[in-house]
């Protein structure tokens, strides 16, 4: 059997070569054909396999085209986007990753695809999520694992299709990726035996670092895998001290390890400096910046739904949110934290140090989402930052760390003397597995009667081969997984093209060439379309402004009386005003700013657009406005521009609409 720096060395080349490939190939798993049916009414044609998941808007809606508007700018990839927001634009150093020509984007690895075209983009920010999300904890589960890489890879492709990682497709993937990557570096630091290997870990742990702080600033995420990855880190340094202490060269090893985390933290000093405006707006914004979270807002048998929503392929999440926030993990850390009680307890055997660490970070962060912490425990651990549904990517993937430690972190011990009690703690996990499921199929009706026990039956299995450390037991959980989830995101090939080739959009093209590409927007009665227009290289006023801009409410709100409406990260979303006067500013939900405002008003003046949209039947009331002419229509999209003076009533009543 080649020793396992080969095989991790073989594995990770073909990690690369995969990426390169399929990054070529332009294939990906975002749902961004879903442009198609707000833009034309039209299904996809783009999906190979799978189908669009309209319910991902916040990568095809949100995130895809303030990336995708970078390189629709001149000069290309701007550290600002005017495009998106009001004045000055909104800062690509905070909020949702984007290509730029700055410093950052060394640690936002996932962009830079982008500077290759638009559909290269988007198959290397998919790819480099999902298979580094596989790698990186390949790698760390190897480091767990006492250096048996195949059983690790099992557990790593267990981890990567989780519905956490799944349904949110891959979302939180950069920040989990390097907090593993970091564990990884420390650990080669600790243990490398030349100085070449020592410095090149060094590397990786300030890289990893900076990565962890400034591929996306989103502390919920952030904060319980910290806690997770400073868990680990401790429990693993004391289960191996011996070989650690045998190491040697303490200075050198010491210094590098300090060197690497100044470095990261020297950078992310200069981040929030040159950022310190944004992120003051986002410091103060009513959501997230004010919002503290006194958790116990999670359920049990929703953080457990895992297990019988893995039979589920169709809509029916609701009563638990969206299959977003549904989005959980197979857990088996209930089980191998009583396993490990009882056998201390009864048979006087020290659990390996990674389970108990982990263990107790497991608690302390259950307790959160489906309890709450005092208030003080909350402040002092940050986690009153973090809302309970966010806290579950921390205890899942906390879940599977314990599996591999228990699994491979330690040598075979007599399995005999435990596989009684490996069957009576699989059996009680079982129940309550059972019982949890049986409770959610009460309020979720699209689940089937039989489906707490097949959720029972699949737990007792799976924790009874992980209890005996039997070969099947994680590659059985990685084949679990897989057919919970696969079915999940679509395989499509490209589409940023057809974002600028549809008719709405060369109409909107033709009419800001006639502005000399100056032209301003807003878009009425409609949530995404103001994002699209961002992604094709034209001005829109609304859409995702993820820090508020307070130019633009400056001018709509003067006296700032709605501040506490527009102060969030929000959809800012414009409907028909019916007064001349006055905008309406509210906010409906959490992330949403709904403005009420009239063409013929003074604060629309204010804001300088030059065209105007609007979807659907209203139109008609657009169609007489004195200050707009009908420039076109695609659709139920009706364009219009806005007069430099206002038309009489008589033309507005004979104008109509552009054919």
């Keep these: 059997m080649p020793a396992p720096g080969r095989v991790l060395a073989l594995g990770s080349a073909g990690f690369a070569l995969a990426l390169v490939v399929l990054t070529a190939l332009g294939l990906h798993g975002f749902s961004l054909p879903a442009w198609r049916e707000v833009i034309d009414g039209s299904k996809t044609e783009e999906v190979l396999l799978g189908r669009v998941r309209a319910v991902r808007s916040d990568d095809w809606a949100v995130a895809l085209p303030l990336a995708l508007s970078q390189r629709a700018q001149t000069p290309p990839f701007p550290v600002s986007n005017p495009l998106a927001g009001f004045g000055k634009g909104l800062d690509g150093r905070v909020g949702s990753p984007v290509p730029m020509r700055s410093w950052l984007t060394v640690f936002r690895p996932q962009t830079w695809g982008y500077f290759l075209g638009d559909d290269a983009g988007l198959a290397w920010h998919w790819w480099s999520r999902a298979l580094g999300l596989v790698w990186a904890f390949w790698l760390a589960f190897t480091v767990v694992g006492r250096g048996r890489p195949l059983p690790a890879l099992a557990a790593a492709v267990a981890l990567a299709f989780q519905p956490f990682f799944q349904f949110w497709s891959y979302v939180s993937e950069p920040i989990a990726t390097s907090a593993a990557l970091g564990f990884v570096a420390a650990a080669g630091i600790a243990l490398a035996g030349s100085t070449a290997a020592i410095a090149l870990h060094g590397a990786l742990l300030a890289w990893a670092a900076g990565c962890f702080a400034l591929?996306?600033?989103?502390?919920?995420?952030?904060?319980?895998?910290?806690?997770?990855?400073?868990?680990?880190?401790?429990?693993?340094?004391?289960?191996?001290?011996?070989?650690?202490?045998?190491?040697?060269?303490?200075?050198?090893?010491?210094?590098?390890?300090?060197?690497?985390?100044?470095?990261?933290?020297?950078?992310?000093?200069?981040?929030?400096?040159?950022?310190?405006?944004?992120?003051?707006?986002?410091?103060?914004?009513?959501?997230?910046?004010?919002?503290?979270?006194?958790?116990?807002?999670?359920?049990?048998?929703?953080?457990?739904?895992?297990?019988?929503?893995?039979?589920?392929?169709?809509?029916?999440?609701?009563?638990?949110?969206?299959?977003?926030?549904?989005?959980?993990?197979?857990f088996l850390s209930p089980a191998i934290l009583a396993f490990v009680a009882l056998e201390a307890l009864l048979r006087r055997r020290r659990p390996d140090p990674i389970v108990t660490a982990v263990g107790i970070y497991t608690i302390v962060l259950s307790l959160h989402a489906l309890v709450g912490l005092p208030a003080f425990l909350g402040s002092v651990t940050l986690l009153d930052r973090v809302p309970g549904g966010r806290s579950v990517v921390g205890i899942g993937v906390a879940s599977l760390v314990m599996t591999v430690a228990f699994v491979l972190g330690r040598r075979r011990e007599d399995e005999g003397e435990s596989r009684g009690l490996a069957l009576v703690v699989a059996a009680a996990w079982a129940a309550a597995v059972l019982a949890s499921g049986w409770r959610l199929v009460s309020f979720m009706p699209a689940l089937a009667r039989w489906t707490p026990f097949a959720g029972a039956l699949g737990g007792f299995v799976a924790a009874f081969l992980v209890l005996t450390r039997h070969r099947a037991g994680l590659p059985l959980l990685a084949a679990a997984a897989i057919a919970s989830t696969a079915w999940f995101n679509p395989l499509v090939r490209g589409g940023a093209e057809y974002l600028r080739e549809n008719e709405l959009s060369r109409r909107i093209l033709a009419l800001d060439r006639e502005e000399g590409g100056k032209s301003v927007w807003v878009v009425y009665n409609d949530r995404w379309l103001s994002n699209l227009f961002r992604a094709i290289g034209v001005h829109a006023v609304g859409?995702?402004?993820?820090?508020?801009?307070?130019?633009?409410?400056?001018?709509?709100?003067?006296?700032?009386?709605?501040?506490?409406?527009?102060?969030?990260?929000?959809?800012?979303?414009?409907?028909?005003?019916?007064?001349?006067?006055?905008?309406?500013?509210?906010?409906?939900?959490?992330?949403?700013?709904?403005?009420?405002?009239?063409?013929?008003?003074?604060?629309?003046?204010?804001?300088?657009?030059?065209?105007?949209?609007?979807?659907?039947?209203?139109?008609?009331?657009?169609?007489?406005?004195?200050?707009?002419s009908p420039a076109g229509r695609v659709g139920n999209k009706h364009l219009y521009r806005v007069s430099r003076r206002p038309r009489s009533e008589e033309e507005a009543t004979e104008g109509g609409a552009a054919p």
């Design 543 to 628: 859409g995702v402004h993820y820090y508020p801009q307070r130019e633009l409410w400056s001018r709509l709100d003067p006296a700032g009386a709605s501040e506490a409406a527009w102060n969030r990260y929000a959809h800012v979303v414009f409907a028909p005003g019916t007064s001349l006067d006055d905008a309406r500013i509210s906010a409906p939900f959490f992330d949403t700013v709904l403005v009420s405002l009239s063409p013929e008003s003074q604060q629309f003046r204010r804001i300088g657009v030059s065209h105007v949209l609007v979807v659907g039947e209203q139109a008609k009331r657009f169609d007489r406005s004195p200050v707009l």
């Design 215 to 330: 591929s996306w600033l989103y502390p919920p995420f952030q904060i319980p895998l910290a806690w997770l990855l400073a868990a680990l880190a401790a429990a693993w340094a004391w289960r191996e001290r011996e070989r650690i202490a045998r190491a040697g060269r303490w200075p050198l090893r010491a210094g590098v390890a300090a060197a690497a985390l100044a470095l990261a933290g020297v950078l992310v000093a200069v981040w929030a400096a040159e950022c310190r405006e944004p992120l003051g707006l986002l410091a103060g914004t009513a959501y997230p910046g004010h919002r503290r979270i006194a958790g116990g807002d999670v359920s049990v048998p929703a953080l457990l739904n895992a297990f019988e929503t893995a039979f589920l392929r169709r809509d029916g999440y609701a009563p638990l949110g969206n299959v977003c926030d549904a989005a959980s993990f197979q």
